[in-house]
């Protein structure tokens, strides 16, 4: 059945949400740079370094307009108090807009005469939105810029997905082969030749993405894509080593990245989280196992726990 979110719970949960993405992007901005937060012990420093999904090959590096996360899926539960809890959030390539937009199709027809009585607001100028915020971190600011979805191919568990926004948003869907890197620029390989690609919206995580700097026997990626991501000739969204943020221990300072960057309190609270280096959290984790679920702390949600 359809959940409906009143208009002032739902500005709630937007401003809310702004305020995390805010905190979050100036995070990875930090850490790959001044590493203030770091610095003044507001994270242990050892937990950002020795994070699988780190990448030392980021720090020091400038890309488009200071973004490191275009897209965000960020999973939200509701507490017996009636109040909204972040569960976690995904930077890296997040996934599942599709069937939320599909969905929304099907709830209009099943779901007439509710879409008929409320005010709903819509969703189906997702995939335009996101086209502009695809061509807005474009390297060169043409405002007619070459957007494409890199993907894994067929054989991905998300490639409905993939094929999915490509087509509402009017681009090209490619894989690692059918791009080159030349000249520390990327182009697409296409019936009239090459044409240059300003924005690689990627579907693959970061492991697979240059097999000249990252999995040596990736064929998912493009050999070069660092260099020319590193000449700023080409934008990657999101942007690589987001995945630093995704960590499951990281998240339990999201509302002191807020507090720091931003000077605020947290709109919306995480749910409890327990750290195991803790000595007295430790303690209270074996002693609650029951009624507590177990995460590994650089894993995807639903592996490791």
């Known amino acids: 059945m359809p959940r409906i979110i009143p208009r002032a719970e739902w ?25 203030r937060i770091l610095r003044e012990k507001r994270i242990p420093p050892e937990l950002v370094f020795s994070s699988r999904h780190f990448r030392r090959e980021m720090v020091g590096l400038n890309i488009s307009r200071d973004r490191y996360v275009h897209i965000v899926g ?30 929304r199709q099907v709830m209009k027809r ?29 390297p060169h600011n043409y405002s007619d810029a070459t957007v494409v979805l890199l993907t894994p191919g067929i054989h991905n568990s998300a490639y409905f997905e993939h094929t999915f926004l490509a087509r ?29 690609v300003d924005v690689i919206y990627r ?3 970061d492991d697979f993405l240059d097999p000249l700097s990252f999995h040596q026997d990736s064929v998912l990626g493009l050999a ?30 999201t509302p002191e990245m807020i507090r720091f960057y931003l000077g ?34 650089n894993e995807s949600v639903g592996y490791g726990y």
């Open 203 to 205: 579907r693959v995580d």
């Open 110 to 138: 099943t779901f007439a005469d509710l879409f008929a009585r409320y005010d709903i607001m819509p969703n189906e100028h997702y995939p335009q939105e996101l086209l502009a915020t695809l061509r807005a971190v474009a």
């Open 168 to 196: 509402q948003m009017g681009i090209e869907i490619v894989e690692g082969r059918d791009l080159v890197a030349h000249q520390n620029k990327i182009y697409m390989r296409t019936t009239r030749g090459l044409k240059l």
């Open 264 to 297: 605020e309190e947290p709109i919306l609270n995480n749910v409890p989280t327990y750290l195991g280096w803790r000595e007295n959290e430790c303690a209270y984790i074996l002693g609650n196992l029951d009624k507590l679920v177990v995460k590994a702390v």
């Open 74 to 103: 960020t999973d939200i539960v509701r507490g017996d108090d009636g109040e909204y809890y972040v569960l976690e959030d995904n930077l890296r390539s997040p996934s599942g807009v599709s069937y939320m937009l599909e969905n």
């Open 224 to 253: 070069g894509l660092l260099i020319a991501y590193r000449a700023g000739n080409v934008t990657v969204a999101n942007a690589i080593g987001t995945g630093v943020a995704d960590d499951k221990a990281i998240y339990a300072f």
């Open 11 to 35: 500005d709630h949960l937007e401003r809310g949400l702004t305020q995390r993405v805010t905190a979050l992007n100036l995070f990875l901005h930090d850490i790959y740079h001044d590493q």
